[in-house]
């Protein structure tokens, strides 16, 4: 008779079904271990591909903004082409930038608004910009930006240079106010005087040198900027300001090593009536007019008064005496009349100097139109008042005297000899109608509601 056989498998057996099924466990384990680490790089992927996606955007906005800053500039300058290819309504323009190709069939393009292309006077245009990078799978990523701009000025801080600036003096000072509080040349002209002083006099050099700002004994009541290098402050030197406490001479919180500036080159009018001889009068009251001849010399007891607004253009080259005064000569501008002097030789203002009668250091505007740096000589002296707005980024200027000078200078190098006081005056920093825009505000729109808001300004075109 044959043996019954067991009813149970033998743990030989057994053994092996447990390990097949731990196996078998293990590999389902590392399946979905093996699926969730693919899933996880997959999606990482897809958010790098994204954020990157998005980041293009971005820069796509920016240079869509770039190209309506550089149109406004080119028509400010005077270029008829400045608005080619923009559509406009007489007043807003916009454009469409497209074929933007970011590889693997990925496109982008770009809608820049302007609300207008012809801003008056003291407005401040908007552009709105609405960039879009479309993927060749997933929903295009978008990106608005609304850029606010600002005719730049000339004068937007009081003694400025490119090189250095020195006082010599032992007892200079630097302080401000604002001749026009009101933003409104319609209104009465604030002259400079104790009660409306303030601190934001400031002195800056886009230099990164050493002594590139040597203040020695001057007492700035307001700011000094460097482009690298900390001032030099004397013994009896200071800078503060209102919010100074009384025991700080020299206040940190007023220093910056960090300023950085651009000079525009500025050029003569290539028009004018040729002026063959200097009177005594040059102008007629209540009409803008524009002169030119190669240098004005007065010494003596010679009185050059200014009748109206007058522009004068100095043709003489560089290094040749352009405008001299000496003796005890001087150029008066009477309230209400005004003088522009464009001027490429060199410039000696001394005797009475400039007897600028108007409250405003505007009514005297000196430009330096030489370009090599250095290539220009500028001296101012006296005892008296000067109010008076230089712009002469390539010359030398120096200042000798111990009277207010009222205004802004701007040059290559900037010297003060004696104890004169300098008072900038707040109120050029907003002057220019014919100056380059720049950027005051910058800001990425990421609200819906307001997105919404904006977005019928890209439809339809």
Known sequence: MRPHPHPFPSPRRRQRGSVLIVALLLMAVIALMLASYLGLNLNSTRQAQRAFHGSAALNLAETGAEEAVWSFNRATAGHADAWQGWADDGKAAWRRFDDFDFTRQTRGSVQVYTTSRQPAPGVNPRIMVLASVSPPDGTPLTRMLEVTLRRRSYFASGLVAKDSITFSGTN???????????????????????????????????????????????????????????????????????????????????????????????????????????????????????????????????????????????????????????????????????????????????????????????????????????????????????????????????????????????AHRITLVGNAAFHYDESLARYGDDTPFGIVQWREITADAERKLHTPLFSGW
Not at 260 to 286: D, K, N, Q, R
């Open 172 to 410: 200079t000072s630097v302080d401000s106010w604002d001749s026009d509080p009101d933003d409104n040349p319609a209104t009465a002209a604030v002259p400079y005087g104790p009660g409306v002083r303030r601190d934001r006099g400031i002195v800056a050099s886009t230099s990164f040198v050493n002594q590139a700002v040597l203040l020695n004994h001057a007492d700035v009541w307001g700011y000094v900027y460097t482009g690298g290098a900390l001032p030099v402050v004397g013994n009896n030197g200071s800078i503060r300001g209102a919010d100074t406490p009384e025991d700080v001479t020299v206040d940190p919180n007023r220093i910056a090593t960090d300023f950085i500036a651009e000079f525009p080159p500025v050029f003569s009018p290539e028009h004018g009536t040729h002026l063959l001889s200097v009177g005594a009068t040059l102008g007629t009251v209540g009409e803008t007019t524009v002169w030119r001849c190669p240098a004005i010399q007065l010494n003596g007891n010679k009185t050059l008064t200014i009748l109206g607004h007058v522009t004068l253009i100095l043709t003489a080259g560089p290094g040749i005496s352009a405008l001299d005064i000496t003796g005890n000569a001087s150029i008066l501008i009477p309230e209400g009349s005004s003088l522009t002097v464009y001027v490429e030789g060199n410039v000696k203002i001394a005797g009475k100097g400039i007897g600028n009668a108007n409250a405003r250091p505007l009514a005297f505007l000196l430009w330096g139109t030489a370009q090599d740096p250095g290539g220009q000589d500028i001296q101012i002296a006296g005892n008296g008042a000067l109010k008076a707005a230089v712009y002469a980024p390539a010359a030398d200027v120096k200042i000798n005297g111990n009277g207010d000078v009222m205004g802004a200078v701007v």
